[in-house]
């Protein structure tokens, strides 16, 4: 179980899903989500910008009696504790990833990468494809598509010494609460499932200076040469592989998908989830499950 700090509350990820553990690895202390049984296959989760852990407790919940589910926090985002000065490149994300496998005595496991999250899994497939014994990429930075426009603008705000950029971009605080909640409905079709309460969980670890420095760096550190150069190791990987997209991504076109099926042997077909926006974990859960359990029956 997690402790707080007078900068980090404690919290219980809602609907009954573990509390986070905290383990520490290489420069961070990194928070984490362990459900399932340990002897079953490992399944390790990994978020985008601007959620954490908390955005596959749907999948978890469903996946927890027949694999291990992990979901860490990635550096510079959610509850991982660690300095905003780190470096939080997919590349040491992807070495921090492993090395916590190392901990945990995980040989292999399926990775699911979400958004900025699908980058760190590139980075193992491409690197070390012996440690990953699955991958399914979800709605993923890939290729030259990153950053988008808004984090574009961001990241040259980001740019200017001694300014809380993320508190300057949103207006802090008099705007801040409706801009993200505008943002984050913009990521789904089905606004109701864009509670408040899911908002406030996700902007939480930005309600401090040091959890916006954080976030700014990893906005900072994102580029789209971590990708691309990822592209001859996927084109390699022969092991079990699926790419799930919202068919209405307003961020990342569906032909973003299609070309990592090209380029995945194994991936036989985009797995275009209808009426569904960027946050697939969020609204359509089940077709997260679906691939999941496809590429661990493989």
């Keep these: ?110 990775l699911v990468g979400h958004e900025q999250g ?42 200017t010494p001694g ?3 993320l508190a300057y971009a949103l ?5 801040f609460a409706n801009n993200a909640r505008l943002g984050f ?7 109701s499932v864009m509670t408040q309460d899911i908002i406030d969980e996700y902007l939480r670890p930005l309600s401090t200076v040091e959890g916006r420095e954080r976030a700014r760096r990893f906005l900072l550190a994102g580029d789209s040469r971590y990708t691309l150069e990822c592209v001859p190791g996927l084109r390699a990987y022969d092991g079990p592989a699926a790419v799930v997209w919202g068919a209405d991504d307003a961020f990342f076109s569906p032909s973003w998908g299609q070309r990592l099926v090209d380029d995945l042997p194994s991936a036989a077909r985009l797995q275009l989830v209808p009426f569904c926006g960027h946050l697939v974990p969020e609204e359509r859960p089940d077709a997260v499950v679906a691939a999941i359990t496809g590429v661990l029956g493989a």
């Design 171 to 175: 207006d802090l605080p008099r705007r």
């Design 118 to 159: 699908g980058a760190v899994a590139q980075q193992v497939v491409a690197n070390h494809p012996e440690r990953v014994s699955g991958v399914v990429l979800v709605d993923t930075v890939a290729y030259g598509n990153w950053p988008i426009p808004f984090a574009a603008q961001v990241m040259r705000l980001a740019r």
């Design 163 to 165: 300014l809380d950029v």
């Design 1 to 110: 179980m997690s402790v707080g700090t007078e900068e980090q509350p404690p919290v219980a990820l809602a609907h009954g899903v573990p509390l986070k553990q905290h383990h520490r690895v290489g420069p961070a202390e990194l928070a984490y989500v362990d459900a399932g049984p340990r002897d079953a296959p490992a399944v390790v989760l990994l978020h985008g910008f601007p959620t954490h852990g908390h955005l596959w407790r749907h999948v978890v919940h469903a996946l927890e009696s027949s694999a291990r589910l992990l979901a860490p926090d990635l550096m510079g985002l959610g509850d991982t504790r660690v300095s905003p000065y780190e470096d939080f490149t997919a590349p040491m994300q992807a070495e921090l990833l492993l090395d916590w496998f190392d901990d945990l005595g995980l040989d292999r496991a399926v």
């Design 185 to 191: 409905r913009r990521a789904v079709c089905n606004n």
